[in-house]
């Protein structure tokens, strides 16, 4: 197979997830209604997802490099089409709970075989450039699912959003079933041999874990903003889904366009040096925005303009700022830590997997139960995720720094 064509289907893969968070945002409202239950309930169905999403990695890994990544992966879309068809037909929201259950543990399969089946084919700059390229497309789903699930639900209901969902995993399988080779066959082992590195080694790798978790940080911010922003923009601020739609997929762009930047600039800078510049943009952006009130109100004596509509777009901006950063820091960390091991790729996915979907699931089910939810809130854990990314890298820069004078 050709890797312009591997690249295209492993985009495929890796949109099972970001289709499956953004395609529902907009009809939560209606959701809600629908099955006799609040926001607050529908958010938890999401908060499930990222949960389910992040364990499941944990077993697709090791299965993936000692089974083939190719049958693991038919097995994960199998199983998220039919939670797809299970949510479609809830009719309370303890059923579409069990069905987002089933579907995060699905589409995991596509996330581990993604970036394992890229590590098996790349390597070096050409691993970060190769994920630069896959998460520039992939963020074409955040950018369009939104739209795609506003359209659905006005036009057919909410139950045709989880319709499509099974209908892309359907054609997904038969792609993936036809066209994909084994690319881990040197790897496959039915039995483990002392070669193989378990999860708590992984965490002990002192190249490994500061990668694993700045990534995880940098995914914390996201999963903060998609899972405030249907509360910010369509509670607070008052915009039709539509609307909503528009502003998150224009934050969704800068994502796009973030990691086309990176794919050039690699040319230039090292991954290292662009993982730098993602973290300090999150909080340049982030400290920008706790000024956000006070400029609008500068601004509103200025031009003769609504005040809610110059905070949106002050947000806006800020935010596409602190989405370009999160960009470099997803793919620049990623391409990192698999760099820092030389075998059981799978694992190594998974278990950065596992842990920025603990976080996303926790950082989204902190959202979905407090009482107020505003740009305030976001706002600090943007920082928080940005300072946590700069004082990992600095102590493992020391500690790099200590260990050369001790050896020396």
Request: net charge neutral; hydrophobic share 55%; proline share 2%.
């Amino acid at each position: 197979m050709k890797k312009q064509y591997l690249i295209l289907m492993l985009v495929a893969m890796g949109c099972l997830a970001s289709l499956s968070t953004d395609i529902y945002l907009p009809a939560m409202p209606t959701i809600a209604n629908a099955l006799d239950t609040d926001m607050a309930m529908v958010q938890i169905t999401l908060a499930l997802f990222f949960g389910t999403f992040a364990l499941g990695q944990l077993f697709y890994g090791p299965l993936s490099d000692n089974f083939g990544r190719r049958n693991v992966l038919l097995a994960g879309i199998a199983l998220f089409g039919f939670s797809a068809l299970l949510c479609a037909q809830a009719g309370s929201i303890e059923t579409l709970m069990v069905g987002r259950f089933l579907l995060g543990l699905g589409a995991c399969a596509g996330a581990v075989s993604s970036f394992a089946i890229c590590r098996d084919v790349y390597d070096k700059t050409e691993l970060t450039k190769a994920i630069a390229i896959i998460s520039a497309t992939i963020g074409v789903a955040p950018l369009m699912a939104p739209l795609i699930g506003a359209m659905l639900n006005e036009l057919y209901g909410w139950q045709s959003i989880f319709y499509f969902l099974a209908i892309y995993a359907l054609t997904l399988f038969f792609w993936v079933l036809s066209s994909l080779p084994e690319t881990n066959n040197p790897s496959l082992k039915p039995i483990q041999t002392d070669r193989d590195t378990g999860y708590i080694k992984m965490l002990l790798n002192s190249n490994y874990f500061p990668y694993m978790l700045v990534n995880a940080a940098a995914f914390v911010a996201l999963f903060a903003f998609i899972a405030s922003s249907p509360v910010i923009f369509m509670k607070h601020w008052q915009l039709t889904e539509y609307q909503f739609s528009l502003f998150f997929a224009f934050n969704a762009v800068w994502m796009i366009i973030a990691n086309s930047v990176l794919s050039i600039t690699l040319k230039k800078y090292s991954t290292e040096t662009m993982l730098k510049m993602g973290y300090i943009m999150i909080i340049i952006a982030g400290t920008a925005m706790l000024f956000s009130g006070d400029l609008a109100k500068i601004m509103v004596r200025l031009v003769n303009v609504n005040i809610i509509t110059i905070e949106i777009v002050l947000f806006a901006l800020k935010m596409a700022v602190v989405t370009m950063g999160i960009a470099f820091v997803l793919s620049t960390s990623m391409s990192l830590l698999l760099q820092s091991i030389d075998h059981q790729f799978g694992k190594a996915v998974a278990l950065a997997g596992f842990v920025r979907f603990s976080c996303g699931f926790a950082i989204t089910a902190v959202i979905s139960q407090l009482e107020s939810v505003n740009v305030a809130t976001l706002t600090v854990i943007i920082i928080t995720c940005g300072a946590t990314c700069l004082l990992v890298m600095l102590f493992r820069k020391l500690t790099k720094a200590t260990l050369v004078e001790v050896a020396e």
